[in-house]
């Protein structure tokens, strides 16, 4: 299950409400976040410290490979064992905040294509106004990407997957219990449907 959406719509929580909702439920649940703490991530970080910004094409690989490790060594063996995974952030947030930096999606897509499919892809839909006045009480690891003009770029895209039906889009401007029941019940949906989680 991946839960996105662009900074400040309430994803982090959401996500570790939804996660301590199935283990309630008896299920095993499992929160994991992208990007993940390895060691693309951290060449990131450095690059952008030594030279200020980072041009797409780095961004788009080292997040890439970011999630090759977090796919490989996290995520694919929680699956094998049982466990429902709630990714904060996947795939879709490459699209967003690299295809806002004018990258090209289409080869954003191509090198993230070994990524697997989420069974449930959500989008945590917010106006821009909202999510920038929630920013301004959050501590972020990754700043950098909290641009304005890339926040509003970066929704238009996510508006654009949902339009194209990639992502569920659910109201996130209401209380964090009726965001968390309305995710719980388009994933009880899909296991209803499929018959599993993951």
């Given at each position: 299950?991946?839960?996105?959406?662009?900074?400040?719509?309430g994803k982090t929580t959401i996500s570790k409400r939804i996660v301590e909702k199935f283990t309630?439920?008896?299920?095993r649940a499992f929160y994991t976040y992208e990007p993940y703490a390895s060691p693309f991530t951290?060449?990131?970080?450095?690059?952008?410290?030594?030279?200020?910004?980072?041009?797409?094409?780095?961004?788009?690989?080292?997040?890439?490979?970011?999630?090759?490790?977090?796919?490989?060594?996290?995520?694919?063996?929680?699956?094998?064992?049982?466990?429902?995974?709630?990714?904060?952030?996947?795939?879709?947030?490459?699209?967003?905040y690299q295809g806002a930096k004018e990258g090209d999606v289409a080869w954003i897509r191509s090198?993230?294509?070994?990524?697997?499919?989420?069974?449930?892809?959500?989008?945590?839909?917010?106006?821009?106004?909202?999510?920038?006045?929630?920013?301004?009480?959050?501590?972020?690891?990754?700043?950098?990407?909290?641009?304005?003009?890339?926040?509003?770029?970066?929704?238009?895209?996510?508006?654009?997957?949902?339009?194209?039906?990639?992502?569920?889009?659910?109201?996130?401007?209401?209380?964090?219990?009726?965001?968390?029941?309305?995710?719980?019940?388009?994933?009880?949906?899909?296991?209803?449907?499929?018959?599993?989680?993951?």
């Open positions: 299950m991946v839960i996105e959406g662009i900074d400040g719509s309630d439920m008896g299920y951290e060449v990131l970080k450095r690059y952008i410290e030594v030279y200020g910004e980072a041009e797409v094409e780095v961004e788009t690989l080292l997040m890439a490979l970011d999630r090759f490790f977090h796919v490989r060594k996290v995520i694919e063996p929680l699956l094998d064992q049982g466990y429902i995974v709630v990714c904060d952030r996947y795939v879709y947030s490459s699209i967003a090198v993230n294509r070994y990524a697997v499919k989420p069974d449930v892809a959500i989008y945590l839909r917010v106006p821009l106004e909202v999510a920038i006045g929630r920013l301004k009480y959050k501590q972020s690891s990754w700043s950098y990407f909290e641009k304005l003009d890339r926040i509003r770029r970066a929704l238009e895209i996510y508006e654009m997957l949902a339009s194209l039906g990639e992502l569920i889009a659910v109201d996130a401007t209401k209380d964090v219990d009726s965001v968390t029941k309305e995710c719980i019940k388009l994933i009880t949906k899909r296991i209803s449907k499929d018959g599993n989680l993951g």
